[in-house]
Each structure stands twice: as C-alpha cells, then as structure tokens.
C-alpha cells in the first residue's frame, strides 16, 4: 500500500478520532456531541463550519477559487445495540454502538479535512465536507439536501469501511452497488379457539406459516436468477399459550432490488399473494409496504475518478466491490448529482470477512484502513481540482 507521507504523518490522530467517537456513539439526529466535536474540530482548521444542517449534520467548505466544486460525505450515526467486543474504547452509551464503520468514515474525512485545510495548492475549484446524521433508517441525506448541502456542488463522494474485504482492497464499480430497502408488515386475523378443537377456526399461526413459504417463491419464481433480490420476514409475533389456536400474527420484514422494475414487481406480488392466501385460508389479512431507501447507483466518470485515485494506494487491489443488499442512503445525493460510493477493506487482521460483520454487537474494523481511505480522498481531490 502507498499511504500518502501527510497521511502516515496523522494516523494516530485518525485513531484517536475515530476511538473517541466509538466511545460516545449517538443515535439518528441525536448527534449533538458528534456534531459539536467535529465542528470544533473543522474550526481549529481554520474552516467556518456550518451546523444544524439536516437537523443535526455539520458542513464546512474549502474553497481554491474558480472550478468544480465536489463533496465528500461522512455519515455520524451509531446503531441501537449494546457492545460486546470488548475493546478498551468500547461504547459508553449502554445499549448504542458504532457497528457499522460511521465512527471511521468521520475520521477519514476529518483528515482530508486537515491535510487540505494546510497544504498548499494549485487547485482549481471547492470541497464541501459533508457530515450527515441518520442514515441507520432515518433518511439524513434528504433532510441534508432539504438544508441545501448540494448546492453549487457538481460531484458526490463517500467511502463506506468494508469488513468483507481485507485491508489493501479498495471496492468500486459503476452501477448498483447497494439495493432498494424497502419495509413491510402484515397482520394476520384468523378465529381464536381451543388447540383440542381446531375445527371452526382459523389459525392465525399456520396461515402465516404458509405465507412466510409463499413469499419466498416471489425471489425464487419471479425473479430473474441473474438479478439478486431478497424478501426476509423478521419478525413474527402471536399466539397466546400451547393449548390456544392463535386468532392474531404480526409479521415484519424487508425487501431488497437492485432494479425499480424489480422494486415494483416484489411490492405487486405480495400483494397478490398477500391475497391469495387470505381467500384460501378466510383470514383477513392487512399488508402495509413502506419504501425506504432507493438504490445506490454510481455514476460512470466519478467511478474512473475513484478507480484511480485508489489505484495510487492500493495498486492492484481496488477493483469490484464483494456486493452487499444493504441499503444507504447516500442513494439520495445521486438521484441529484453524479457521484460514487465506495468501499475501503477493513477486515480486522487475521481475521475472515465474516468474523466480524457490520451491525453486529462485536464490530470492530483494521484501522490501517483510516489511512487508506484518507489517502484515496485526497488523491480524488487532487485529481480532480489540479
């Protein structure tokens, strides 16, 4: 690997930031000591931060003079899960966790941020440091967007830590990198009786037992097997006791599609099928189906962008992405202007991919890869703007 000398310079400075913000996670727009710390922060840079944005994100612009301005964004939020990794800079917010990388996505940027803010240029156009609240469920990118964070910004980037490819690897690809996550619930009310006497009833439990199997033959049977799409149920909540047939399920889960045609086809055919078991069965059957984040789709210049500043930290490892269905939605900055969202290998060293997967209580990341990732930032900064 080829960390930038000025990078090498602050990697301790990148792990203690990224340490600290383990320590104090904060939940979707609760972010007030991270805001605060990083607009203190950008300001002993020299940089006049705005904050409030999005409700709760901070954004700070540099400027070089005349040219293309461009974005880099770091999302703040921590996740809703009680540590167990044990580290001596665990969580001190019993039940929230940084458990998905978003405590070194702002350390990454921060240090694009100081290097920048100090180094001498001939560059050519801005940059606008981007810290978003909320994307964990809470949509931060739209309410950052609402507060104007893309105007006069012509390109979008973001780098997510990725636990399933190892330090050195850096994952980039035009198109879908990251699908739709959509979220559904459904309320199954059949007649309630005796276990001993099922006659006259309707059993909420196995009307939902067959509707769980049917929704599954939507990603087996309707699917193109060449596009990757997902249904899971959750959630599955109901019945009263052993001996009682239940009158009442509660079922919850998500759908992921990298395509809209796909999208729309999943959300058609549970209806469907939604509707089919329930006139089999003579159970009534509510469906709620709530659309969340769009798909990820990059752009093809800032692709090649990314491509190549990584390819000057990393050599031969930046290439495809181990592709996720996840959901992010730094989608929302790229229906509005090109862009691309990319990945920097953080597995733990010595560890598989699968060891330590994000949004699990244990999450812990190599931190080597805040170098990485710090370093790619500015060669795409320079590329760009020199």
Not at 80 to 101: N, R, Y
């Amino acid at each position: 690997m080829n960390v930038r000398p000025e990078v090498e310079a602050i990697k301790d400075i990148l792990v203690q930031w990224r340490r600290d913000f383990h320590q104090y996670p904060e939940l979707g727009f609760k972010e007030h000591r991270t805001a605060s710390v990083i607009a203190e922060t950008l300001i002993s840079f020299g940089l006049s931060p705005k904050t409030g944005v999005g409700k709760t994100g901070v954004t700070a612009d540099l400027k070089f003079g005349k040219g293309p301005t461009i974005a880099l964004r770091a999302d703040m939020d921590a996740l809703p899960i009680q540590e167990t990794s044990g580290l001596p800079f665990s969580s001190k917010h019993d039940g929230v966790m940084h458990a998905c990388g978003h405590d070194g996505h702002m350390a990454m940027l921060l240090g694009a941020a100081k290097i920048l803010s100090q180094m001498d240029h001939t560059l050519s156009g801005s940059i606008r440091f981007i810290f978003q609240p909320a994307e964990e469920g809470g949509g931060g990118a739209q309410y950052m967007i609402q507060d104007g964070c893309l105007e006069g910004v012509d390109e979008i980037y973001g780098i997510h830590v990725w636990n399933y490819q190892p330090l050195g690897e850096v994952g980039v690809k035009e198109g879908p990198v990251l699908a739709a996550a959509d979220l559904f619930d459904i309320i199954i009310e059949g007649v309630g009786g005796h276990g001993a006497t099922p006659q006259g009833t309707v059993d909420a439990v196995v009307v939902a037992a067959h509707l769980i199997q049917a929704l599954q033959t939507i990603v087996s049977r309707n699917t193109n097997p060449l596009q990757s799409t997902v249904i899971t149920v959750g959630k599955i909540k109901g019945g009263h006791n052993f001996n009682i047939i239940a009158d009442k399920v509660y079922l919850a889960g998500t759908t992921r599609a990298y395509t809209k045609e796909n999208r729309s086809m999943i959300r058609r055919r549970m209806e469907e099928v939604i509707d089919g078991v329930s006139r089999s069965f003579g159970a009534k059957i509510t469906f709620n189906y709530k659309k969340g984040y769009p798909p990820t789709i990059n752009y093809a210049e800032p692709v090649r962008n990314v491509l190549k500043a990584a390819q000057d930290v990393v050599d031969s490892g930046a290439g495809e992405p181990y592709l996720s269905m996840g959901g992010e939605d730094f989608s929302y900055y790229l229906q509005k202007i090109p862009g691309c969202f990319f990945f920097v290998g953080s597995a733990p060293d010595g560890q598989n991919q699968f060891s330590t997967p994000h949004h699990c209580s244990h999450f812990n990341m190599d931190e080597k890869a805040l170098s990485v990732g710090t370093s790619i930032y500015l060669n795409l900064v320079e590329n760009i703007l020199g």
